[in-house]
Structures are given as structure tokens and as C-alpha cells.
T-cell receptor, first 118, second 114 residues
Framework: AQKVTQAQTEISVVEKEDVTLDCVYETRDTTYYLFWYKQPPSGELVFLIRRNSFDEQNEISGRYSWNFQKSTSSFNFTITASQVVDSAVYFCALSSRGVIQGAQKLVFGQGTRLTINP | DTGVSQDPRHKITKRGQNVTFRCDPISEHNRLYWYRQTLGQGPEFLTYFQNEAQLEKSRLLSDRFSAERPKGSFSTLEIQRTEQGDSAMYLC????????????FGQGTRLTVV
């Protein structure tokens, strides 16, 4: 079975602080993909990053960085120098194999509500 | 075409009524997905189309739920005899037909069954 756990339900920090959102996953597949999505109050899920199971290289994109550690089945997300506009619910997700190779059925965690206070 | 479009954005219905939602994917995307999201939870997969073929359905999709994608373009999700437990946000997503490209989501249809 596939499972994603985001243990932090809510996080609140003051603007400009760094914040890390944790994600732990479970899968029996040897090939899988991990994702992070942002859901602002408007409701639309916004894609942030995709990482495949063979690529453990960390990635940085502006103030965002991701730390993928296969040994601990974790894919954590750090926002550096947080801003009020970063306030949203963030979801970690795992791709599950569909009946067609590569089908992108996603298994989501419960999400972490991040509030950045001015 | 700026993204995935869903209609309506909000729907309030009485228990026992039928409702239908529409999703227009990004035009060149041949994969289309439906998810359901309840308050405080992550989205849960409901069903998936490759062009007009419905290839996978979740156990969450009871007999009261039916989804179609005629001609492989827009999709509809119908719920018959709605129940209060059907109240949720219904999200549609689409992606290209290559392995594991990212899915782009619409803003969802929020259903409230009273």
C-alpha cells in the first residue's frame, strides 16, 4: 500500500524565518515519484516539484529547497526567508502505478497548513 | 487556454438530488483525473481517463458516482442520490500522456449537500 504522512498539521512562523515541512512516505514500488503541491485559499493545487526515486539530488529553486532521503523515506521541503505570500496548505504526494505504465494516480498526505505572520 | 477549468465552482443541493460537474482540461492533455478532498484532508483519487477511456476507478467511487469523458475532451462527474457524506471539494486534473509529468489541477467544485 502507498501512504504519505505529513505529521505537522499546522505551522505558524514569523516572516523571514526558515521553515521545513516534513514528508514521510511508504511504498513497495522501486520506481516512484514524489511531489509537492501548494494549495492557496483559492483552492487550486499548484505544482511545485517532482522527484523520481532514482534521483536523490537535493534541489533548490529560489527560496525553496527539497531534501530527498531514500534511506529514511523522507522528502522534506524548506522555505527560506518565508514571506506572507507563502501562507497556504502544502501537500506532499506519491505517484502510484496505474493500470497503464506511468499513470499518475497521486496519493496525498493530509497536508500542512503554513501561516506566515508579518 | 490558461489551465484546467471546472464548473460550477460551488454547488448546494438537497440530499437525494443528482448533481453533475464539468471539467475542461488543458487542451493538449490526454489524461484526466478526478479527486475528492474533504475538509482538512488531502485529495483522494477517484478515477482516471486516458483520452475517452476510463482506465481506473477507486473503491471510493460508489455506484452512485459516474464519470465520462466523451471524445476525450471535457469530462463530467455525476453523483446520483446525493448524501451528506458526499459534501466535499471535487478536483479535476489533467496531464500529458508521458510518464509521470506533473498534473495540473483546476480550482475545484465545492459540493454541499444539505
Amino acid at each position: 500500500a502507498q501512504k504519505v504522512t505529513q505529521a505537522q498539521t499546522e505551522i505558524s512562523v514569523v516572516e523571514k524565518e526558515d521553515v521545513t515541512l516534513d514528508c514521510v512516505y511508504e511504498t513497495r514500488d522501486t520506481t516512484y515519484y514524489l511531489f509537492w503541491y501548494k494549495q492557496p485559499p483559492s483552492g487550486e493545487l499548484v505544482f511545485l516539484i517532482r522527484r523520481n526515486s532514482f534521483d536523490e539530488q537535493n534541489e533548490i529553486s529560489g527560496r525553496y529547497s527539497w531534501n530527498f532521503q531514500k534511506s529514511t523515506s523522507s522528502f522534506n521541503f524548506t522555505i527560506t526567508a518565508s514571506q506572507v505570500v507563502d501562507s497556504a496548505v502544502y501537500f506532499c504526494a506519491l505517484s502510484s502505478r496505474g493500470v497503464i505504465q506511468g499513470a499518475q494516480k497521486l496519493v496525498f498526505g493530509q497536508g500542512t497548513r503554513l501561516t506566515i505572520n508579518p | 487556454d490558461t489551465g484546467v477549468s471546472q464548473d460550477p465552482r460551488h454547488k448546494i443541493t438537497k440530499r437525494g438530488q443528482n448533481v453533475t460537474f464539468r471539467c475542461d482540461p488543458i487542451s493538449e492533455h490526454n489524461r484526466l483525473y478526478w479527486y475528492r478532498q474533504t475538509l482538512g484532508q488531502g485529495p483522494e483519487f477517484l478515477t482516471y481517463f486516458q483520452n475517452e477511456a476510463q482506465l481506473e476507478k477507486s473503491r471510493l467511487l460508489s455506484d452512485r458516482f459516474s464519470a465520462e469523458r466523451p471524445k476525450g475532451s471535457f469530462s463530467t462527474l455525476e453523483i446520483q442520490r446525493t448524501e451528506q457524506g458526499d459534501s466535499a471539494m471535487y478536483l479535476c486534473a489533467s496531464s500529458l500522456g508521458t510518464a509521470n509529468t506533473e498534473a495540473f489541477f483546476g480550482q475545484g467544485t465545492r459540493l454541499t449537500v444539505v
